[in-house]
């Protein structure tokens, strides 16, 4: 799939200190990239350099493989921070009001806009009368009125229930899957990221320290059964000739590890004691998911 965004060194200073520290970031066209990082870790800088919100110091960047970024820009819809929506207007007011801003010609784009984010029914109820949740999908819908491939959205779900949240990220999945819009999304919050990306890249202090699709993180992350045996040979044969697994392998530690049977882990030392091997210890290993998002983002302080 060809590159959507791509940075080289991307680099932000504040101060003297980088915000967004030698940044290279790869979004491909379908992707939901969801950038993790804790506060303060330098998402929103790095969105607000793509989105031209603020100038890097050094460092390039590539949008739908060109720099002409006032062309590519239009084809991005973006949420920084908060939606800005007037409180005293209804929904469809407020996003008409953004068309009009925009410049957007097509009238029907504020009802598909709002058919899309499930708004549609909300009448003459004004925006300081809706759910946090309801806030953000208006704010999604803005980003919507100009048809963009790409979205970038900064902590749509932070603060939500978990009714909203769902909502949004139903919203985002169908935006991928049915309208094909790639989406870059912040968050701290692990467990709903982990629902819907694609791939995945690790801000800490400005750098970018991992970037990995999904199904490298479920390698990483691979569950297994550890064994100490006596005899690994003798046990990797029961495991193939009674369990009928190849799914294991042999540590250099003469520890075998197991993927599958993770519930079934008297059963499996069951069947190697009956068949003549010493079972010493037998215990479910491999780090979770948050575990694992924490390590790379450098510990459990502030997240
Ligand atoms: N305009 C600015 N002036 C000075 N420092 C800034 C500015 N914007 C961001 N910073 C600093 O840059 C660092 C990264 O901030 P940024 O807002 O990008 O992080 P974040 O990962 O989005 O965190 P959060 O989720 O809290 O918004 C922080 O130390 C912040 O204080």
């Not at 009238?107 to 058919?115: I, R, W």
């Not at 899957?177 to 790639?182: N, S």
């Amino acid at each position: 799939m060809p590159l959507i965004l791509e940075t080289n060194g991307l680099t932000k200073l504040y101060g003297g200190r980088a915000a967004v520290n030698q940044v290279s970031l790869h979004v491909k066209e379908g992707d939901i990239y969801g950038f993790i990082g804790k506060n303060g870790a330098g998402k929103t800088t790095f969105m607000r350099l793509v989105t031209g919100l603020a100038r890097p110091d050094k460092g390039s960047m590539t949008l739908f493989g060109g720099q002409d970024f006032s062309r590519s820009r239009r084809r991005i819809g973006s949420m920084i921070e908060y939606p800005s929506l007037y409180p005293n207007m209804t929904a469809r007011q407020n996003l008409e009001a953004h068309r009009l801003l925009l410049g957007i010609p097509e009238k029907g784009s504020v009802d598909e806009a709002l058919k899309t984010v499930r708004l549609a029914e909300t009448g003459n109820k004004k925006v300081k009368h809706f759910s946090l949740g309801m806030r953000q999908r208006l704010g999604i819908a803005q980003c919507l009125l100009g048809h963009p491939d790409f979205l970038i959205l900064d902590e749509p779900i932070n603060g939500l229930d978990p009714t909203g949240i769902k909502e949004i990220r139903d919203l985002l999945l169908t935006l991928n899957g049915e309208k094909g819009i790639t989406i870059l999304l912040s968050s701290h919050i692990l467990g709903e990221l982990a629902k819907i990306a694609t791939c995945y890249g690790i801000i800490n202090q400005g750098v970018l320290v991992d970037e990995f699709s999904k199904d490298e993180l479920q390698t990483r992350c691979r569950r297994c059964l550890r064994i100490q045996v006596d005899d690994v040979k003798k046990a990797a044969q029961v495991l193939e000739s009674i369990l009928k697994t190849d799914q294991f392998d042999v540590l250099p530690d003469q520890t075998i590890r197991l993927f599958g049977y993770l519930e079934d882990s008297g059963m499996v030392n069951t069947t190697l004691v009956q068949n003549g091997v010493t079972v010493r210890t037998i215990a479910p290993a491999g780090q979770d998911l948050e575990g694992y998002f924490m390590q790379r983002m450098g510990g459990y302080g502030n997240a």
